[in-house]
T-cell receptor, first 110, second 114 residues
Framework: RKEVEQDPGPFNVPEGATVAFNCTYS??????FFWYRQDCRKEPKLLMS???SGNEDGRFTAQLNRASQYISLLIRDSKLSDSATYLC???????????FGAGTTVTVRA | EADIYQTPRYLVIGTGKKITLECSQT?????MYWYQQDPGMELHLIHY???????EKGDLSSESTVSRIRTEHFPLTLESARPSHTSQYLC?????????????FGQGTRLTVV
């Protein structure tokens, strides 16, 4: 089983729509969770960290469900510029490495 | 904006050549990483370092080697490039001891071996 699994999508949504997707992780001892954004042929960039209580950053909301071992990302009022691949990232307990999901592709259309 | 730099950005080279991909960061991070990513595919960790003189192999077997003589510098070397090495190579660094060890990436080196 992969350490981090994501629905690859693509999620094709119109501008202004809300889109949400999850990622599951296998190691219940993981402590740190992140969402990264990667544009086509570019490097990943940190979008937001995910806190236990859930957190918001503008139009983006991240949630953590430890019991079911998943994190989610919700994007409200989608913009064309939100089109990207969103990578779920989870730390590996007891070392400093991060496990990356394969990414969920979101395409926002006009 | 992250202060981590990779050179070259693009490299096209013939089979059998020795190449070194450079990665430097000015954030003083102890932990550094090399990832390999094929188009549309996930990132795979190929090397990591916890600090000076510390290097370890990652999850994906790679014929490349790395060195960490200085904190800010983590070069990757391929002794004899082959077409199977064609890929994007991403360098990253992260903070030691931070509660949320965020990783910052360089812009990547897109390597093509012909």
């Amino acid at each position: 089983r992969k350490e981090v699994e994501q629905d690859p999508g693509p999620f094709n949504v119109p501008e202004g729509a809300t889109v949400a997707f999850n990622c599951t992780y296998s190691n219940s001892a993981s402590q740190s969770f992140f969402w990264y954004r990667q544009d086509c042929r570019k490097e990943p960039k940190l979008l937001m960290s995910v806190y236990s209580s859930g957190n918001e950053d503008g139009r983006f909301t991240a949630q953590l469900n430890r019991a079911s071992q998943y994190i989610s990302l919700l994007i409200r009022d989608s913009k064309l510029s939100d089109s990207a691949t969103y990578l779920c990232v989870v730390n590996r307990p007891n070392d400093y490495k991060l496990s990356f999901g394969a990414g969920t592709t979101v395409t926002v259309r006009a | 904006e992250a202060d981590i730099y990779q050179t070259p950005r693009y490299l096209v080279i013939g089979t059998g050549k020795k190449i070194t991909l450079e990665c430097s960061q000015t954030m003083g991070h102890d932990k550094m990483y090399w990832y390999q990513q094929d188009p549309g595919m996930e990132l795979h960790l190929i090397h990591y370092s916890y600090g000076v003189n510390s290097t370890e192999k990652g999850d994906l077997s790679s014929e490349s080697t790395v060195s960490r003589i200085r904190t800010e510098h983590f070069p990757l070397t391929l002794e004899s490039a082959r077409p199977s090495h064609t890929s994007q190579y991403l360098c990253a660094s992260s903070e030691q001891g931070a509660p949320l060890p965020k990783a910052f990436f360089g812009q990547g080196t897109r390597l093509t071996v012909v």
